[in-house]
């Protein structure tokens, strides 16, 4: 449910869309004594540029922290890093939850440019 005014405009900065791809997490912080830090697959149900929903066959309390890989179609990475949970709703089925987390920490892979070319020194003889 997003949140819109009464015009139908979309208020969110960042606006959800419906992005259903692979997801792994494990939980990393938690205040629970007996929690599951296993790795877990799923999908996402929907997107924005703060965070993404996702089911979980685990209920996730809020303000946990999770280890997260969003993954497109098996090979193209989209997200590896560290995300909040920030609601969790029990589905109608109650098999599974809809989890909302927003995204906190990533890591990147690519390698970090230098801000400035190496300037080449000749040697006097």
């Given at each position: 449910?997003?949140?819109?005014?009464?015009?139908?405009q979309?208020r969110?900065y960042?606006?959800?869309?419906?992005?259903?791809?692979?997801?792994?997490?494990?939980?990393?912080?938690?205040?629970?004594?007996?929690?599951?830090?296993?790795?877990?697959?799923?999908?996402?149900?929907?997107?924005?540029c703060?965070?993404?929903?996702?089911?979980?066959?685990?209920?996730?309390?809020?303000?946990e922290?999770?280890?997260?890989?969003?993954?497109?179609s098996?090979?193209l990475?989209?997200?590896?890093?560290?995300?909040?949970?920030?609601?969790?709703?029990?589905?109608?089925?109650?098999?599974n939850?809809?989890?909302?987390?927003?995204?906190?920490?990533?890591?990147s892979?690519?390698?970090?440019?230098?801000?400035?070319?190496?300037?080449?020194?000749?040697?006097?003889?």
């Open positions: 449910m997003s949140k819109t005014q009464k015009s139908g979309e969110r960042c606006p959800r869309a419906k992005r259903i791809m692979s997801i792994e997490y494990r939980l990393v912080t938690t205040k629970r004594a007996s929690a599951d830090k296993n790795w877990h697959l799923s999908i996402t149900q929907d997107m924005s703060n965070g993404l929903t996702f089911y979980s066959e685990q209920e996730l309390k809020k303000d922290i999770l280890d997260v890989n969003v993954i497109m098996g090979i990475e989209i997200y590896k890093g560290q995300c909040k949970v920030v609601r969790v709703e029990r589905k109608n089925t109650g098999a939850f809809l989890t909302a987390i927003t995204f906190e920490k990533k890591v892979k690519a390698p970090k440019k230098e801000t400035e070319p190496k300037k080449k020194v000749a040697k006097k003889i």
